[in-house]
């Protein structure tokens, strides 16, 4: 009983934190083409400024880690847009009446949701050649996000997001 315990707590701590990423991507490209980037100069993050600027520190050094350089003329622009949404809620309890005898039956049946709706922030990277204005490579990461949290807790969030997101940058295409 006491392991299980245990195990439902960390069970829920890390659900909490989950990051869920979608990738799509033109199984065409030669992502080693691309050794040099910036971002896309109309970008709207969707994000407050200081929290931009984290993200921006964050996908510059993840980028140079690949060997990737920020360049004045790129091959491919970075375009990130984000917002935040309430999740789906799925806790609710029900509570249902019913009642029969003979031949006759009837009941009723009601959802009650349980606590608060979840905040969930959506961002999402775009690379897209500079050349051609053709979106090559997408990501679209959902997570958990809180609004009230400390500027630590907002890097090492959007540090979490950022390394989810680029794990997989560039893809292995198979042939």
């Known amino acids: ?5 245990y195990f439902l707590i960390i069970a829920s701590l890390v659900s909490c934190k989950v990051v869920r990423v979608n990738y799509d991507y033109d199984k065409k490209t030669d992502f080693s083409s691309y050794t040099t980037y910036s971002y896309y100069p109309e970008m709207e993050t969707g994000l407050s400024d200081l929290d931009t600027k984290r993200l921006l520190v964050i996908v510059d050094s993840t980028m140079q880690a690949k060997g990737i350089l920020y360049s ?41 949701p349980v606590g608060q709706p979840k905040l969930e922030r959506e961002i999402k990277f775009d690379f897209i050649d500079s050349q051609k204005d053709l979106l090559f490579w997408q990501a679209i990461s959902t997570s958990p996000f809180k609004e009230n949290v400390t500027p630590e807790l907002r890097e090492k969030s959007l540090s979490d997001i950022a390394a989810k997101v680029f794990e997989s940058y560039p893809p292995e295409i198979k042939k």
């Open 1 to 5: 009983m006491k392991h299980l315990v």
């Open 72 to 112: 004045e003329e790129p091959d491919f622009f970075i375009n990130i847009e984000s917002n935040s949404f309430k999740a789906a809620q799925n806790n609710n309890v029900g509570v249902g009446l019913g009642g029969g005898g003979g031949n006759v039956g009837g009941g009723i049946s009601i959802g009650i």
